[in-house]
């Protein structure tokens, strides 16, 4: 687990001026990484920081002579399309950077006229995928959702006995994970109606969102060779916001018995930023597990696990339909969570995910499933919200919804903060549901 560093301290200000608003996501203290280029150029796509409401462009800033001279290999990686060799490189060099990343926004600090010019805004920036994800795991790491969900299909047994010994998890597809900011056709799947004999092919009917958070794999392990608990988090590189786009119609049908497939794999969002694990140190919290149920096997417990396993981070669900746009209407919050209520931890799902030998690779993406809370404005999918489409939300503006409808933008964002440690953000995983296209 990362200890906290003087990158952490609070009073630290940036010459970013717009870093030292309170409201940023992107304050000194963050330093998230992205892959992106200026908008509308003829450039190649290369990581960035975030600062404020701008980026730094970290090969530009290597050009300009910002950083140490045993840097160079590192910063070399960080002049590609994608963060998977920076992410290879391990905590100690991501580590490095962050220092000498932080020491150069700071207020006073003698880099400011070289790395004024390696400033891009935002508002002029396009964004990548930024890791070539080989493989993408999807786990089911909340209680509560797994319970709700449970209950739709399964009144009298809701909660399947292995979920509380297992991080239960599922293989996704990875290539149709796309940034922040796209939209996506309506998929067509097979769908059968309880009275009906006979499935249709036909357009998704209950099309849903899943509030989720990614994990990026950084260092990866040697097949055959599983990743202790104790060392789990030394192979995360960070989080962000993800959404798992979701047809329940096309899932209802075909789950059973090896669970979802063309119900997921149509659409993911994942959110352009990457929250390292370092800068999410001081909003770590205690993970605990009722007294009543079972404890985990000593594989997936440890004592920082018990201490701090947990990430004490704020989930949103907004929402704005055709009609809010038209209107001149903003996005609607229809959920907030917490990731400190998950089940299982990252380190936890890290632990199980390789305890077989199954060899992780730097780039690799974990979601943790859907992250819904105990009351009803917490829950992270409609599927929860409205018991199944039995009972709709209403939205301000006098519209319901039982599943999304077309034209409809779902945007997830995430958020820490902490009585000690300044509010840090993840930025936004938006995406647009479009017409579902004319199968020929
Ligand atoms: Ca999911």
Same mark, same amino acid.
């Given at each position: 687990m990362t200890q906290l560093n003087e990158t952490h301290q609070p009073e630290l200000r940036s010459w970013v001026a717009s870093a030292n608003n309170q409201q940023t996501d992107f304050p000194i203290q963050n330093l998230p990484f992205s892959i992106f280029r200026r908008h509308g150029r003829n450039e190649k796509f290369r990581a960035g920081v975030a600062i404020g409401e701008h980026i730094v462009d970290l090969p530009a800033a290597h050009k300009a002579g910002v950083f140490s001279m045993s840097l160079t290999p590192m910063l070399r990686t960080l002049n590609k399309s994608k963060l998977n060799k920076f992410m290879g490189m391990g905590k100690g060099a991501w580590s490095e950077l962050r220092l000498e990343l932080s020491q150069a926004l700071r207020e006073g600090s003698p880099s400011q006229a070289l790395l004024e010019n390696c400033l891009v805004p935002q508002t002029q920036a396009e964004y990548k995928v930024?890791?070539?994800?080989?493989d993408y795991t999807d786990f089911y790491t909340s209680i509560n959702h797994a319970t709700n969900v449970g209950k739709l299909f399964? &009144?009298?047994? &809701? @909660? @399947?006995?292995?979920y509380q010994w297992i991080p239960i998890g599922y293989h996704g597809r990875s290539s149709s994970i796309e940034v922040s900011g796209h939209g996506f056709h309506r998929p067509h799947g097979q769908l059968k109606a309880p009275d009906s004999d006979t499935p249709v092919l036909a357009p998704c009917k209950r099309l849903d969102y899943e509030l989720e958070v990614g994990i990026y794999i950084g260092k990866g392990n040697a097949m055959g060779h599983p990743i202790g608990i104790n060392q789990a988090e030394d192979h995360v590189f960070g989080l962000c916001m993800f959404n798992d786009w979701s047809a329940r119609d096309i899932q209802a049908w075909? *789950?059973?018995?090896l669970g979802p497939f063309l119900s997921k794999s149509f659409a993911s969002t994942v959110s352009p930023w990457i929250v390292t694990m370092e800068a999410l140190a001081p909003y770590r919290e205690a993970w605990s597990r009722p007294s009543d149920h079972p404890q985990p096997l000593p594989y997936l417990e440890s004592h920082d696990n018990r201490n701090v396993g947990a990430v004490d981070m704020h989930l949103e669900v907004l929402l704005q339909t055709a009609k809010m746009k038209a209107d001149g209407h903003a996005a609607e919050r229809v959920a907030l969570s917490n990731?400190?209520?998950? *089940?299982?931890?990252v380190a936890q799902m890290v632990a199980h995910h390789s305890v077989n030998g199954c060899n992780l690779k730097p780039g690799d993406f974990l979601g943790s499933g859907t992250q819904s809370g105990t009351t009803a404005e917490s829950v992270g999918a409609l599927l929860e919200a409205t018991q199944g489409g039995k009972n709709p939300i209403n939205l301000s503006n006098g519209e319901q919804r039982t599943f999304l409808e077309d034209g409809d933008t779902v945007t997830l964002t995430g958020w820490c903060d902490s009585e000690t440690a300044p509010r840090i953000g993840f930025g936004h995983a938006a995406a647009t549901v479009l017409p579902a296209l004319e199968i020929e």
């Open positions: 930024p890791a070539r994800i080989g399964r &009144p009298d047994n &809701p @909660l @399947l006995p292995n075909e *789950y059973q018995p990731f400190n209520q998950s *089940y299982w931890t």
